[in-house]
């Protein structure tokens, strides 16, 4: 039986009496759980019921039902209306019963009146109209359960006649009109002692169509002359006409063949996440924090390789797909891992458009700051970004509404259902036992049975809606290893705090007991999504994961190991003033478990044109390596310095300055040089038609070491972190659909709603003159509320008044006038339980209330 239990009073007439009867505790659950209808805040009790029924707010409520939720609301579209409690049982467990359905239901019910969906007591149980019109069967729109319509319903279009011969060959009594006789053949098909009968006498042909129709869709073509195993069917009503050539199996008769059940398969138990694999926690905290590690390293590189002005912006927005191309290289990834690590440093706020006329992607001011955090900070941002972003890089590549390809960085790839699908699969993750691995699809099963993928009414639609929830997963479980929240498929002891989940459950630990009375029992409950972390608690949640984190992470290292052919091998992470001069001086070569470097004349160049001498050289890789430095890169070092800076390169357009005119007389004879315009100017000058840079480029692909100089003669230092965007934000989320209001709103919203709908079912006496209708505001003249005002001041009276204020909203109020003068009145309202002062050309009517009420 159900749990609730009503008393004796008179049965709601409607959903917003219904509504009426709730403590205020229940309405602001309503409200939590539907906080489209919080939006703004309904005048009174008649509006929220009102707004309760509109479709999109229906349709929005169903598509947040688990499946055996759904499962009783479409049950009760079948059922009759009203329908029993032992019905709606029978639709669900079926003539044997089901105990794992008898225990769910009373859960599953209370889900569905809590969210106003159905309403009424256990004797009369009514889903609100929208819902059963959304999913009721009809010919165009069939229902989930694979019912067809009832025989009176799919008996409207017949003749009496054809009626009266069905009801004689089925071997009933006839009768005197058409009702009696279509309640005579329900009767029939409802007993199951009668309706065996009558199926033992039908061909073994025809009941194999009542086998293809019986687990829907029910409806079927036939033709002008219907073969003999259908004949006896359709003569007997076990099959209807609906339209020329169509034939539907009645739900009753679907119903008996079915023993009872609406579905084929009732699903009251949500499906365990199972472990495919268990790993001790020390080893998957510890993998999880390599692929941390990795994770900034990562992104740090993405950045690195941007410092001077990243790839271009399109036209429509967005990273093009050479660009992408070539960042997967440089990352040495796939195309879609680099689509996600560009969009995880977008959604941190590290990377953004620099809003130039020629538009590109560049580091921002957020970055340099990042990167002086310590390590485990670091990943918190990323990670509390990816958590909450709504961007998803897994759709890049894929086609929008329009067939226009979806860029990383680019528009369209917002998915508002994403943070909630992240919540959601770490949490399953968090319930599994400490360093446990989830089998992938078991995690998508039991996401499918909590928000079941549906199209058509009800549902959010075909296509991508009923698949995305589906892929989301997916990405969310691979982009959690990649970022290092879970650690070989378990989540890691710093991601359960990232999500703020309690601690961990022992693979040892007893079941929770059963609940007591009629409540569902533990092993029949869906484990409930943790609730959402305030802005506060997930800043706090993300704050525990760093902490968690940092004694994780590997210590970066002050040395490397020199090596005589021209490599440095970097054993771990190194510190980071280490790692960007090695970064300036020498080019990466291979990466791993270490990092190898390669000294090249190209790279001592650049150091060199970054403003380090040869001794600071010298002085900076003697004081950070284990091993001495080899001779053939002290020699590289020495020889590069020796004819950097030999050359000085200006602007004219350009120009070639050098204290020995025999080296400018060699360029000036290298063919080479014929595109870069050359003309000697004076015996150490040459001037050149191409702009510096061009001019810089050119000679050193000629094998020469210029270096460039500034109006003053000065050597130009050069920086690769020069370029940065002006501060830029982090992407907002795009949320999906109206906040959860926090208990504050819901404590006010509720006490609005309680007020609103005291004036609005306050009884009154009649006014002349006054025909206002229910919900609607009073309307008197002036004169006439001046003098109820004033007599009520005398007398103490209740009064019911419409008010309208500045801003054109109208309200009803309950008041007792104190005082009524210089245009204002003043008086203790009622609906607000405060003294207030109305100005009397707003107020639009008065009416006194009945002498029973005041």
Request: aromatic content about 4%.
């Amino acid at each position: 039986m159900s749990t609730e239990e009503k008393p004796a009073a008179a049965a709601p007439r409607s959903l917003a009496e219904a509504l009426r009867e709730r403590d205020d505790a229940s309405l602001a659950a309503l409200l939590r759980s539907r906080p489209d209808l919080v939006t703004p805040v309904p005048t009174d009790l008649t509006q929220l019921a009102t707004r309760a029924g509109t479709r999109a707010s229906v349709v929005r409520a169903l598509e947040r039902l688990d499946r055996f939720a759904l499962q009783t609301a479409q049950a009760l579209a079948v059922a009759g209306d009203p329908a029993p409690y032992e019905e709606l049982l029978g639709l669900l467990a079926g003539d044997d019963g089901d105990p794992a359905v008898s225990a769910a239901l009373p859960h599953a019910l209370g889900t569905l009146r809590e969210q106003a969906l159905v309403w009424g007591g256990d004797e009369r149980l009514r889903l609100v109209r929208t819902a059963r019109e959304l999913l009721s069967p009809s010919p165009q729109h069939p229902s989930p359960t694979g019912l067809g319509p009832t025989v009176r319903e799919a008996a409207s279009g017949m003749s009496p006649g054809r009626i009266q011969q069905i009801v004689a060959t089925a071997g009933l009594a006839s009768t005197h009109d058409t009702v009696s006789a279509l309640a005579a053949l329900t009767a029939l098909f409802d007993d199951p002692a009668r309706m065996a009968a009558l199926l033992d006498e039908a061909p073994g042909e025809s009941v194999e169509v009542l086998e293809r129709l019986v687990w829907g869709p029910p409806y079927g073509q036939v033709t002008a002359d219907p073969a003999p195993r259908l004949r006896w069917l359709l003569d007997r009503g076990l099959l209807l006409p609906t339209a020329p050539g169509t034939v539907v199996l009645p739900r009753e008769v679907a119903l008996r063949l079915r023993a009872g059940r609406a579905h084929r398969r009732p699903e009251p138990v949500p499906p365990a996440v199972e472990a495919a694999a268990a790993h001790p926690p020390q080893v998957v905290d510890a993998t999880a924090a390599g692929q941390a590690f990795t994770a900034l390293a990562t992104v740090e590189e993405l950045l690195k390789d941007w410092d001077e002005g990243g790839p271009a912006v399109l036209r429509a927005g967005g990273l093009s797909l050479r660009d992408l191309k070539r960042t997967a290289v440089a990352l040495d990834v796939t195309e879609p891992v680099a689509a996600f690590w560009v969009e995880l440093a977008h959604a941190a706020g590290l990377v953004a458009s620099d809003g130039e006329a020629e538009e590109r992607y560049a580091a921002t001011p957020a970055y340099d700051e990042w990167r002086e955090r310590p390590p485990a900070e670091r990943w918190a941002r990323l990670a509390a970004a990816w958590l909450a972003a709504t961007r998803t890089a897994g759709l890049v590549g894929g086609r929008d509404a329009k067939d226009r390809t979806l860029s990383a960085l680019g528009p369209g790839l917002d998915r508002s259902a994403a943070p909630e699908v992240r919540h959601r699969v770490l949490a399953l993750l968090a319930g599994l036992p400490e360093g446990a691995a989830p089998a992938a699809e078991s995690v998508l099963a039991r996401l499918h049975w909590e928000r079941p993928p549906r199209g058509g009414r009800g549902g959010t639609g075909g296509g991508e809606g009923e698949d995305l929830r589906t892929r989301l997963a997916r990405w969310v479980l691979s982009e959690a290893e990649m970022l290092g929240i879970t650690g070989r498929g378990a989540l890691s002891t710093h991601g359960r705090a990232l999500i703020g989940a309690p601690a961990p459950r022992r693979p040892e630990a007893e079941p929770e007991p059963a609940g007591p009375g009629d409540k569902l029992p533990v092993h029949h409950r869906p484990t409930p999504p943790p609730a959402p972390l305030s802005p506060t608690g997930q800043v706090a949640a993300t704050a525990a994961a760093a902490r968690l984190l940092a004694p994780l992470l590997p210590r970066p290292l002050d040395h490397v190991l020199l090596q005589a052919d021209l490599t440095a091998v970097a054993p771990g992470p190194l510190e980071r003033p280490l790692a960007e001069l090695l970064g300036v001086l020498a080019d990466v070569e291979s990466k791993g478990g270490a990092t190898v470097y390669r000294f090249t004349p190209g790279s001592v160049r650049r150091a060199l044109d970054a403003g380090q001498t040869a001794a600071d050289l010298h002085s900076f890789l003697a004081a950070h390596s284990r091993t001495p430095v080899p001779q053939p890169l002290a020699y590289l070092i020495d020889d590069v310095a020796r004819r950097h800076g030999h050359l000085r390169v200006g602007a004219a357009s350009a120009y070639v300055r050098c204290d020995d005119d025999a080296v400018l007389s060699e360029i000036l004879a290298d063919k080479r040089a014929a595109g870069l315009g050359l003309r000697r100017l004076a015996p150490t000058v040459l001037a050149a038609r191409t702009d510096p840079t061009g001019l810089l480029e050119g000679l050193r692909a000629m094998g020469f070491a210029p270096a460039a100089e500034s109006s003053e003669g000065d050597v130009l230092i050069t920086r690769a972190d020069a370029h940065r965007t002006p501060p830029r934000t982090a992407p907002e989320p795009v949320p999906d659909g109206p906040p959860v209001p926090d208990d504050t709103l819901l404590t006010a919203a509720v006490r609005a709603v309680r007020a609103g709908d005291l004036a609005a079912t306050a009884p009154r006496k009649p006014v002349v003159g006054d025909e206002a209708g229910p919900g609607e505001l009073p309307r008197t003249t002036v004169a006439d509320t001046l003098a109820t005002l004033q007599a009520a001041v005398l007398t103490g009276a209740v009064l019911w008044i419409g008010y309208v204020n500045a801003e054109g909203a109208a309200s009803q109020r309950v008041i007792a006038p104190v005082r009524v003068e210089g245009g204002f009145v003043t008086a203790y309202d009622h609906t607000a339980d405060e003294v207030r002062t109305y100005p009397l050309h707003r107020i639009t009517g008065v009416a006194e209330l009945a002498d029973e009420e005041g």
